[in-house]
């Protein structure tokens, strides 16, 4: 690693399980055997408003609180994308559910990429409420920085025996198309 | 190596490590950012056989857990800043009456409702200085995940050591947090229990201390025949009401004197690159977590910082900062509330050092660069 | 044995004041304690603060007195920690009905297994004579100069309401009944209240012109009517009156037989 | 005729309330011109105790002569 600390955002609105989001991809990475910090911040708009939650890890110990500038943002929603959008590290890297946002980032010294999460999760696993484990899925395609194993196991941990196969293949559909967009964009 | 590590949240670290110190008792009432200590406990106790209630009101849960006490069951109750309010009289009620009990407090920004999930320190003096008479008081501060869990075992263990109430100080930030720890290292931790009387009943005399300072409570419901009563009122060695000169101020000794009498082994802080320092940076709770970076930060530059913690924080390890502070040419104190730590810090340094207060009390963390500013303004005088 | 081998004479004479009637509850509750056959060492007696609160202390048991209103609320760890201990809460009527009066309703709520006897004496005594919310209509309090102007609680009827399952009222007068009601709340397993009509000569009685003992206890006389008898009366004629007995004695399930078969549940899954 | 009861007061506990007294079916109790109570010599106590339910300080004790 280059840095010694990388920082992700994951935010859209909320009900669409960002911060859990946030705990999930926490706990993979902590699979990874990193030091791991996850934390969120509370607020009025974490209803119907712009939600988020946060993940730092780091190979050496974090004292960090809270992120300030992700090097990886996740947004589900225009609100969440526009509001945080600047404070995104230059080179960082954007992932936006083009479901939700059409007007994209004009940043030049950000990677942005795209895909309509929300729609793939309504049309190919039936429920929007899977957009979640895809959008999980889909920043590990793009970033690659723990293994769907973890990623999957984090998964089915915070959220019990629910619809275990229905989300395990919301995360390996989020991560084929992470996999691909990287191909057509790169 | 296996990868022994878990990622747990900070409230949820203290409710581990109440029940790793033997806690099988919680009472508590739902307040934000304390709640999951309760919800935690209310699914965790029972499978160890304790159990967890959610009292009334705030008044209600702490006094509950005084009477699991008082029946020898640890306990434990949680709340924040304004629950704190009203939990006062009962934990004052712990600490006249010597009953072991852990408090948690995991501040939120006051006062009044404030900002339930907005980050601040404002109940530094509050948990010390909230009650009326002199009440003494042991308040602890953890400032990680894993710290949390550690410090929940050792403020049972000071309850029952000292039988004294025992806060546990949280942040909304550190409570909420969650960090992959490893907790294998404290398997076979020492957990104290309070100690029993070595005399038969119809010698005992529940308030007389021992050569430490420290009176042994009988458990109620005992089957040995050791009757007695616990009652806040200033009270002789025999527990019955006494308003004698001697006996109030001997009740005022006991209760404050064993404290003071045992603070080196109360006391806990941590030293961040101190042996050479020139500035100081005295803080507690997650704001000493920027602490260190900044100090790490500044020391990269060759700028001779360090950072005293104390997780002690009452009663205060002002000899550890006196000597902390010897050779400093100044100490910055940020914290997020209007300025508390502060003015202990300033009893405890010597009258040429310049000791500046850093206040942040919009419900934002103090950042690294925000104390790395003052100490560079500081260091360039 | 005798209810003298209950108390404490080291701590004897009593502090009440001369023809106070709570000394009579206490020697109601002996009474009854012994005859049940109960061990001190199981036994632990809540009150807290005032008066009443502090008369237990005289009592050679294991007494836990806490802050004002709050007995019950201790008493509810007490008894969750140790199931098999009898819990008795002395309370004032302030204790009960005012400071604590939401302890009051939410260990009845929950059937807590304790007995809770409330000395209703209409009046702060210890704190000098001001109104209590069981002081009667017009009654003189140092805070009521005027007379009350505010209606008066009904301990019953407000445990009654509040889920209790043995309810009943003694008095100071008819100390047999006294003795029989508390000794069927202890018998009874559920939350069990006792409300005793009690005599404040000092505070109520020398502003209520009544500063004589026994008048005051002659005016509890006229004051009660048994259950039985209040039946057949008619509202007119029950105006100002307490009925006396048990109005309530009805089986329900207790919070710590709850606790024990969520208890079995949980560990039974694990 | 003289009583079977022998009837005592606790004189360091009694407050003189007269409770006792003002109770007592057999006229048992006297009080002298400094408002004590006292237990007349020549009594009638027929041993029905109430004295002893009622006393709120635990200052009467009635036994039976010759327990």
Request: glycine share 8%; aromatic share 8%.
């Amino acid at each position: 690693m280059e840095q010694d600390r990388i920082e992700m955002r994951f935010c859209g609105f909320g009900g669409q399980g960002v911060v859990l989001g946030s705990v999930i991809y926490a706990t993979a990475l902590a699979k990874e055997g990193y030091n791991v910090v996850q934390s969120q911040v509370y607020g009025i708009e974490a209803r119907g408003g712009a939600s988020s939650g946060e993940a730092m890890y780091s190979d050496k110990p974090i004292h960090h609180l809270h992120v300030t500038q992700p090097d990886i943002l996740l947004a589900m929603s225009q609100k969440a994308l526009d509001k945080f959008i600047d404070t995104v590290k230059p080179g960082g890297i954007v992932l936006c559910d083009s479901f939700y946002i059409d007007q994209f980032p004009k940043r030049t010294d950000v990677k942005v990429y795209k895909a309509p999460l929300t729609e793939i999760a309504i049309t190919q696993l039936g429920k929007e409420l899977f957009a979640n484990a895809l959008a999980m899925g889909f920043i590990n395609g793009i970033v690659k920085n723990v293994s769907q194993e973890h990623l999957i196991e984090a998964l089915l941990e915070s959220i019990g025996n629910k619809a275990v196969e229905q989300n395990r293949k919301a995360v390996e559909l989020g991560y084929e198309t992470g996999l691909k967009v990287l191909k057509e964009q790169n | 190596m296996a990868n022994t590590r878990k990622l747990i949240q900070g409230n949820k670290a203290c409710t581990m490590g109440a029940i790793k110190a033997g806690a099988r008792f919680c009472a508590s009432y739902p307040i934000t950012p304390a709640s999951e200590i309760g919800e935690y406990l209310s699914e965790d106790l029972p499978k160890v056989g304790g159990k967890f209630i959610q009292m009334e009101d705030e008044i209600a849960s702490m006094g509950a857990v005084i009477g699991a006490s008082v029946m020898g069951v640890k306990a434990i109750t949680a709340t924040s800043g304004a629950g704190f309010d009203l939990k006062q009289e009962n934990i004052a009620y712990a600490a006249m009456t010597e009953i072991p009990v852990v408090i948690v407090d995991v501040q939120r920004s006051g006062p009044s409702t404030g900002g339930a999930t907005v980050c601040a320190q404002g109940d530094l003096m509050q948990v010390k200085y909230g009650r009326s008479g002199d009440c003494p008081m042991i308040v602890l501060y953890p400032n990680s995940v894993k710290e949390i869990y550690k410090t929940t075992i050792r403020a049972f263990n000071l309850a029952e050591k000292y039988m004294s109430p025992v806060i546990l100080l949280m942040d909304e930030t550190i409570g909420h947090m969650r960090e992959n720890i490893d907790l294998s290292e404290y398997e076979n931790v020492e957990i104290i229990n309070r100690k029993l009387p070595d005399v038969p009943p119809e010698e005992y005399k529940p308030y007389e201390p021992d050569a430490e300072g420290i009176v042994h409570l009988m458990p109620f419901g005992n089957k040995e025949g050791y009757r007695y009563v616990i009652q806040g009122m200033h009270h002789g060695a025999d527990g019955m009401p006494n308003l004698s000169p001697a006996t109030l101020q001997c009740s005022l000794d006991r209760i404050n004197g064993k404290l003071d009498r045992h603070k080196e082994d109360i006391w806990e802080w941590e030293a961040v690159d101190l042996d050479d320092a020139d500035i100081v940076v005295v803080a507690v709770g997650c704001v000493s977590r920027s602490a260190t970076e900044a100090v790490h930060a500044m020391r990269k530059q060759g700028i001779k910082a360090g950072l005293f913690r104390p997780i002690t924080l009452w009663p205060f390890p002002d000899e550890p900062l006196m000597k902390a502070t010897e050779h400093a040419k100044a100490v910055i104190v940020p914290e997020m509330n209007m300025g508390q730590l502060v003015h202990k810090v300033k009893e405890y340094t010597r009258d040429c050092t310049q000791v500046i207060p850093l206040n942040v009390y919009d419900g934002t963390v103090i950042m690294p660069e925000q104390i790395e500013k003052v100490i560079k303004e500081v260091s360039e005088k | 044995m005798s209810v003298h081998d209950y108390i404490k004479e080291s701590a004897f004479p009593l502090f009440t004041c001369p023809g106070c009637t709570d000394g009579v509850v206490l020697n109601a509750f002996l009474r009854a304690y012994e005859k049940l056959g109960y061990d001190r060492s199981n036994t632990v007696l809540c009150c807290a603060i005032g008066c009443a609160g502090r008369t237990p202390t005289l009592l050679d048991f294991n007494v836990l007195r806490v802050t004002h209103g709050r007995a019950i609320a201790f008493a509810t760890g007490v008894k969750l920690a140790k199931p098999d201990t009898k819990v008795i809460v002395f309370m004032g009527d302030g204790d009960s009905l005012a400071i604590g009066g939401n302890h009051f309703i939410h260990a009845c709520r929950r059937n807590l297994d304790i007995t809770a006897i409330t000395f209703r004496n209409e009046i702060y005594g210890m704190t000098g004579g001001q109104y209590a919310p069981t002081t009667p209509a017009g009654g003189i309090a140092t805070t009521s100069p005027y007379g009350m102007i505010e209606p008066s609680f009904d301990g019953c009827k407000l445990a009654i309401g509040s889920g209790a399952t043995y309810v009943a009222r003694g008095d100071v007068y008819n100390v047999n009944n006294l003795e029989k009601v508390i000794k069927g709340a202890m018998e009874h397993k559920g939350f069990s209240f006792v409300e005793v009509l009690t005599t404040c000569p000092t505070q109520f009685g020398r502003r209520n012109k009544m500063a004589d003992p026994v008048k005051m206890i002659n005016r509890i006389k006229d004051m009660t009517v048994p259950i039985e008898k209040a039946k057949t009366m008619s509202e007119d004629e029950l105006a100002g009156k307490f009925p006396t007995g048990v109005f309530l004695d009805k089986e329900g399930i207790d919070l710590n037989t709850r606790y024990e078969e969520l208890l079995a549940r949980v560990q039974e899954q694990a | 005729m003289v009583s079977k009861f022998a009837v005592a007061i606790n004189k360091a506990w009694c407050k003189n309330c007269g409770i006792c007294k003002g109770f007592c079916p057999k006229d048992v109790f006297g009080i002298t011109i400094k408002k004590e109570i006292f237990v007349k010599p020549e009594h009638e106590c027929i041993g029905c105790r109430m004295c002893t339910l009622r006393c709120p300080d635990f200052a009467v004790t009635v036994t039976e002569k010759g327990e």
